[in-house]
C-alpha cells in the first residue's frame, strides 16, 4: 500500500515491503548501534527454514525486502539462497553491509552478483582508515574498498547491470573533511556515492559541523548529495525526520520510521514482528513485539490488536491520549519522550539490584570514588531507586558537550575530559548505550586505576 494513498483507519491493506533481519550480530563496534551495546535480548541468525516459513507467508503481497536491520547480514550462511529465493519470486532485495567482514574470494563475490540482489549499500563513514575506524570500530578500510572492487569486476562480468552497487557514507563531525576524498575514490572504482547524515541521540558530538539541525539544511555546496533515502534521485543529503510530502495524516514531530506500522513490515531472525525498523527488543518478554510469522499468519500481525493499537496512538499523537501501545513504550526517540517509558520499563531492573547492592558496599568499605557516565535515565534511577542514593558522587559526565555545566541533581555536569582531574581509584557507572565509548576514551587517555560497570 502507498503511504499516500492512507486513508486513516487502523485498519491497513498487506504490506508491499518490508525488513528481514537475517541476522542481528555484527563484526563491528559502531558506538551508536545498539548491537555494539547487547540491547537485543535475543541474538540469532535467521535459518533457511525460518525464511522459507515466513516467505510463504508474505510472498503474495511484498515486493521489495531489506534483508537487514541491526546486524551484518553477510554473516548468515544462507544469505545467497535467501536472496535468490526473492529472486525467482519478482522481489526486489537490498542488503547494507560493513563489507569489512572478510576478503571476499571471486567465487563469493560473483555469488552474490548472480544472486539476483537488486541492491548492495555498503556502509563505510571515511575515506582513510584513521578517519573511517572512529566510527566502524573493527573495521578495515581497505578490505571494504577491495570488496566492492571485486563486486563491481563480477558484475562487469556477468550482470546485465544487477545489483546497484552503493557507497553510503554518513557524516559527521569527524569525518565531513574527507566528503572530497571519498567522490574520488568512488570514481575512481566506478561505485555510486551516497550522502546522509548521521544521527547519534546518546552523543551529540558526532554531529556534523556543516548540518543545520535546526533548519535540516546543508549550505548550497553540499545539496547535491545523493540519498538513498530520499528515494527521488534528485540528491540532498537526508536524516531521519518524517519526510514532509508523505506526512499528510501524522504529527510533524514524528519520524520517517512511524510511517512503517502503516506500509511496511519489520520482522526480526526469530519471526518476532516490531512495530518500525527502529524498535529494538531490548526486553525479551513480548512487550515489544506485536505478533509473530513463525505462528500467527500475516493478517493475525499485521492488522492485529497490537498493530492497531500502534496504529492508534500515532494518528492521535500528542494529544495526550493512552493507547497502551508498543509505540509509548518502546526505547526509541518517539517512545523516550513519554513518562510512562521510564514508569514502565525502568532501565534499572529488579535483576540489577544485588549489581547496585555490591558496588555500593565497596565503595564504602574501600573508600573508592564514583562518577556517572551519562547524565541519563540510568542515573535518574539509580540516584532515586536504588543504594546510590546514600552515596555521594564526585560528578556527572557526560559527552553531549551541550550540557556542561548543567544541574543535575545538586551535581554539575562535566565533560569526559574531568574524568582525568579526579584521580585514582574511581569507579564509573555507564549503561551499555555509553559504555564502549566510555572505554574507548579512557584507553586513548591511558587512564588507570579506574573500574567499570554497566548497566
Known amino acids: 500500500m502507498s503511504i499516500e494513498k492512507y486513508n486513516g483507519s487502523d485498519l491497513c491493506e498487506p504490506p508491499s515491503r518490508m525488513y528481514l533481519e537475517v541476522c542481528n550480530y555484527c563484526n563491528l563496534k559502531c558506538p551508536s548501534c545498539p548491537t555494539t551495546h547487547n540491547c537485543h535480548a535475543h541474538q540469532g541468525v535467521m535459518t533457511f527454514d525460518t525464511f522459507n516459513t515466513i516467505f510463504k507467508k508474505i510472498s503474495h503481497c511484498v515486493k521489495w525486502i531489506n534483508l537487514f536491520n541491526y546486524g551484518e547480514p553477510l554473516m548468515n550462511k544462507d544469505i545467497v539462497d535467501i536472496i535468490k529465493c526473492c529472486s525467482r519470486s519478482g522481489i526486489g532485495t537490498r542488503i547494507d553491509t560493513n563489507f569489512s567482514l572478510k576478503d571476499l574470494s571471486q567465487e563469493e563475490a560473483e555469488d552474490l552478483v548472480r544472486s539476483g540482489l537488486t541492491l548492495l549499500v555498503v556502509s563505510?563513514?571515511?575515506?582513510?582508515?584513521?578517519?573511517?575506524?572512529?566510527?566502524?570500530?573493527?573495521?578495515?578500510?581497505?578490505?571494504?574498498?577491495?570488496?566492492?572492487?571485486?563486486?563491481?569486476?563480477?558484475?562487469?562480468?556477468?550482470?546485465?547491470g544487477a545489483p546497484t552497487i552503493c557507497w553510503k557514507f554518513l557524516i559527521n563531525r569527524h569525518n565531513e573533511h574527507e566528503i572530497e576524498k571519498a567522490r574520488a575514490i568512488a570514481k575512481e572504482i566506478g561505485v555510486c556515492l551516497s550522502f546522509e547524515i548521521m544521527e547519534n541521540f546518546h552523543n551529540r558530538s558526532w554531529d556534523s559541523e556543516i548540518y543545520n539541525h535546526e533548519t535540516g539544511t546543508l549550505p548550497d555546496p553540499y545539496v547535491p548529495f545523493g540519498s538513498l533515502r530520499s528515494g527521488d534521485g534528485k540528491g540532498g543529503a537526508t536524516v531521519g525526520a518524517l519526510n514532509p510530502r508523505n506526512a499528510g495524516f501524522l504529527h510533524k514531530d514524528l519520524r520517517r520510521a512511524c510511517r512503517e506500522p502503516f506500509s511496511e513490515l519489520v520482522v526480526n531472525y526469530n519471526g518476532d514482528v516490531l512495530p518500525c525498523c527502529e524498535i529494538v527488543d531490548t526486553l525479551g518478554d513480548g512487550t515489544l513485539v506485536v505478533g509473530n510469522l513463525l505462528n500467527q499468519s500475516l493478517e493475525e500481525v499485521w492488522n492485529g490488536e497490537r498493530m492497531k493499537a500502534c496504529r492508534r496512538y500515532l494518528l492521535n499523537y500528542g494529544d495526550g491520549k493512552q493507547f497502551d501501545s508498543v509505540c509509548e513504550h518502546a526505547p526509541c526517540p518517539v517512545g523516550k519522550n513519554k513518562k510512562s517509558v521510564a514508569q514502565k520499563h525502568p532501565v534499572f531492573q529488579e535483576r540489577e539490584k544485588r549489581k547496585v547492592a555490591e558496588i555500593v558496599h565497596r565503595v564504602q568499605e574501600e573508600g573508592l570514588k564514583v562518577?556517572?557516565?551519562?547524565?541519563?535515565?540510568?542515573?535518574?534511577?539509580?540516584?532515586?531507586?536504588?543504594?546510590?542514593?546514600?552515596?555521594?558522587?564526585?560528578?556527572?559526565?557526560?559527552?553531549?558537550?551541550?550540557?556542561?555545566?548543567?544541574?543535575?541533581?545538586?551535581?554539575?555536569?562535566?565533560?569526559?575530559?574531568?574524568?582525568?582531574?579526579?584521580?585514582?581509584?574511581?569507579?564509573?557507572?555507564?549503561?551499555?548505550a555509553f559504555s564502549c565509548e566510555m572505554e574507548q576514551f579512557l584507553s586513548r587517555e591511558c587512564l588507570r586505576n579506574v573500574e567499570i560497570f554497566k548497566f
Not at 582513510?128 to 571485486?150: A, D, H, P
Not at 564526585?394 to 579526579?422: C, H, M, N, Q, W
Open 124 to 160: 563505510a563513514d571515511g575515506a582513510s582508515q584513521k578517519t573511517y575506524g572512529m566510527y566502524r570500530v573493527g573495521g578495515n578500510f581497505e578490505r571494504v574498498l577491495n570488496n566492492m572492487k571485486k563486486v563491481i569486476s563480477a558484475k562487469n562480468r556477468f550482470s546485465d
Open 371 to 432: 562518577v556517572f557516565f551519562g547524565a541519563g535515565q540510568l542515573a535518574i534511577e539509580l540516584l532515586t531507586n536504588s543504594p546510590f542514593s546514600a552515596v555521594k558522587l564526585v560528578g556527572v559526565v557526560d559527552s553531549d558537550l551541550t550540557r556542561t555545566g548543567e544541574e543535575f541533581f545538586e551535581y554539575k555536569i562535566f565533560p569526559p575530559t574531568s574524568i582525568d582531574a579526579l584521580g585514582p581509584d574511581l569507579v564509573v557507572i555507564a549503561s551499555k
